[in-house]
C-alpha cells in the first residue's frame, strides 16, 4: 500500500497543481481517461474549434446584405474533425507521456485507472486489463475528477445510440437530420455547429425557453432566434426514444397533445454532473450537496483536513477559468498551509459560444428582484454604433445594471458579435471597483469599434 505526500485524481487542471516547487513531495496522479480533463478532450477547446469552422461554414447564407454573394459548396466533415483532434490528440498523449516520463517527474507516479475512495484517505485505484487493484494512502489529496454528461431517464434511449457532447464530435459523418435534447449552453453551441454544416436540427426543451438561466432578456431573444434557424420545440416532455427504419424517434407530450421529432441521431445535450458518485468521496469523509458537487471552503478544502477539491467536481460554475483558478489557490496552500488564500469567485464570467455569441458577468435582473437590490438598467443595441451599422445587425444588444447611487456595475449581458470578447472590459470594471461614470468618461474609446457598444451602455445608465 504506497503513501504519497499528495495524491491528485484527475489531469485537468488538477494536473496543473504540481510545479517544480514541488519536487521534493511524493505525488501520485491518478487518471481514469485520457489526459487532459473536459475542457481539452471534450469540453471548451474542440467545441469552440468546430464553432470557427461552422461560423465560416454561416457566412455564405448571410453575405448578401452587404453585397457579396457567395455560395457554400460544401462541408467536409472528417478534414473539419480530424484537424481538430489532430492537434488536441497529441497534446492529451503528450501530457500523459510527460507526467509519465520526463525526467522533471521523477517524484510522480501515474496510475492510469479509476480511484474510488475505501476509507479516510484510502484511494483504490481499478485498471483496465486485468492488472490488480492498488490501494493509495496519502496525507493529502486533490480532487479534481471533473463531471459528465447527465442521460436522462428515457425509455427506449439507450437502445437509439444516442451521442452526447462527449462523443458526437468524433462522428464518421454528418447526419443529415439531428434531434437535441436540452436547451442550455451545450445544445446551443452544437445546434449551431450541426445547423451551419447544413444539418437539419431540432431543439427539444422541457422549459418555455432557451439559454433560461441567462438574463431574461437575452434568454428570450435568443429563443427568438433560435426558431428561426431550427424547428425548436419547448414545454415538451421527452415520453420515449425508439428505433425507426429510417433512424430514430422521439415521441413527446407538449402543450398541444403527442408528437413526434424523427432524425437521424439524437444528441443528449441536458446538461453535466460531477463525478463525485464515481469516487464515493462519502467513504473518505467528504460531504457533497444536492447536485452531487463536492464542498468546499473558500480555501477550496473540504471538511477533510487536507482534502481539497477544484473544477466542475466541486463548482456548480463548471468553467475552465474557474478550475484553472481553484488549481493556483489549491496550489498556493498545499504549499504555504500557514498562509493560505481563498479563491475569488465575486464576478465570474461565461459565454455562450452559440450564434450569435452569448456573454455574462455578475447578477440578472431577476437575481437583482430576488436579493431585493437598488439598480437600474441600461441597454445598447448593436444597430446604435457605426461597428453595427457595417455588421447590419439588427438583433444584438448589451444590457447593464448598476447600483444608482455609487454606479458600480452588477451585472453585465450581452447577445452579438464577439460578445465574449467584448464584455472583458466589463468584467475588469466589476473586479476592480471601477464605476459606471469613471469607466465611461476616464479613458478613450476606439470610434469605430465594437467597444462603443459598452461606453454607450455605460452612458446611457440612468444612475443618480
Not at 34 to 60: E, Q, S
Not at 327 to 337: F, T, Y
Not at 369 to 394: F, N, P
Amino acid at each position: 500500500m504506497p503513501h504519497y505526500d499528495l495524491v491528485i485524481v484527475g489531469t485537468g487542471s488538477g494536473n496543473s497543481v504540481p510545479g517544480p516547487e514541488f519536487a521534493d513531495w511524493k505525488i501520485a496522479i491518478v487518471e481514469k481517461g485520457v489526459f487532459g480533463g473536459t475542457c481539452l478532450n471534450v469540453g471548451c477547446i474542440p467545441t469552440k474549434m468546430f464553432v470557427y469552422a461552422a461560423d465560416v461554414a454561416a457566412t455564405p447564407a448571410h453575405s448578401a446584405r452587404y453585397g457579396v454573394d457567395e455560395r457554400l459548396d460544401g462541408v467536409r466533415w472528417p478534414d473539419i474533425r480530424d484537424r481538430i483532434f489532430g492537434r488536441i490528440d497529441p497534446i492529451a498523449e503528450g501530457g500523459a507521456q510527460y507526467r509519465t516520463n520526463h525526467e522533471d517527474n521523477r517524484n510522480v507516479d501515474v496510475y492510469r485507472g479509476a480511484g474510488r475512495f475505501t476509507g479516510l484517505r484510502q484511494l483504490r485505484v481499478q485498471f483496465p486489463g486485468g492488472r490488480p487493484d492498488e490501494v493509495l494512502t496519502a496525507d493529502r489529496f486533490v480532487l479534481a475528477a471533473g463531471g459528465r454528461p447527465v442521460v436522462p431517464d428515457v425509455p427506449g434511449l439507450a437502445e437509439t445510440g444516442f451521442s452526447t457532447s462527449d462523443t458526437v464530435m468524433r462522428l464518421d459523418e454528418l447526419p443529415a437530420r439531428i434531434v437535441i435534447i436540452g436547451g442550455g449552453y451545450i445544445a446551443a453551441e452544437f445546434a449551431h455547429v450541426f445547423a451551419s454544416f447544413g444539418v437539419a436540427v431540432t431543439v427539444v426543451n422541457r422549459s418555455g425557453a432557451l439559454l433560461r438561466q441567462e438574463d431574461e432578456d437575452i434568454s428570450a431573444r435568443f429563443t427568438e432566434l433560435a426558431a428561426e434557424r431550427f424547428d425548436v420545440r419547448l414545454e415538451r416532455k421527452t415520453v420515449r426514444a425508439r428505433r425507426t427504419a429510417e433512424g430514430v424517434a422521439l415521441d413527446l407530450e407538449g402543450p398541444h397533445g403527442a408528437e413526434t421529432v424523427e432524425a437521424d441521431l439524437i444528441l443528449v445535450a441536458a446538461g453535466r454532473r460531477p463525478n463525485s458518485d464515481l469516487l464515493d468521496v462519502a467513504a473518505t469523509g467528504v460531504a457533497t450537496g444536492e447536485t452531487g458537487h463536492v464542498v468546499v471552503d473558500d480555501y477550496q478544502e473540504t471538511p477533510v483536513e487536507g482534502i481539497y477539491a477544484l473544477g466542475d467536481l466541486s463548482s456548480p460554475l463548471e468553467l475552465k477559468h474557474v478550475a484553472n483558478h481553484e488549481a493556483r489557490v489549491v496550489q498556493h496552500n498545499l504549499l504555504h498551509p500557514d498562509a493560505r488564500i481563498k479563491a475569488d469567485h465575486r464576478f465570474v464570467p461565461h459565454a455562450v459560444f452559440t450564434a450569435p455569441q452569448v456573454a455574462s458577468v455578475g447578477l440578472t435582473e431577476r437575481e437583482a428582484v430576488r436579493r431585493g437590490l437598488s439598480y437600474v438598467v441600461s441597454k445598447q443595441d448593436y444597430a446604435g454604433i457605426a461597428y453595427g451599422w457595417a455588421m447590419e445587425d439588427t438583433t444584438g444588444f448589451a444590457k447593464l445594471l448598476a447600483d444608482p447611487a455609487t454606479g458600480q456595475l452588477l451585472g453585465a449581458h450581452i447577445i452579438g458579435p464577439q460578445a465574449s470578447t467584448v464584455i472583458q472590459p466589463l468584467i475588469q470594471a466589476m473586479s476592480f471597483g471601477l464605476d459606471a461614470r469613471s469607466m465611461a468618461r476616464g479613458q478613450y474609446w476606439i470610434h469605430p469599434a465594437m467597444p462603443e457598444l459598452i461606453e454607450n451602455a455605460l452612458l446611457n445608465l440612468p444612475l443618480d
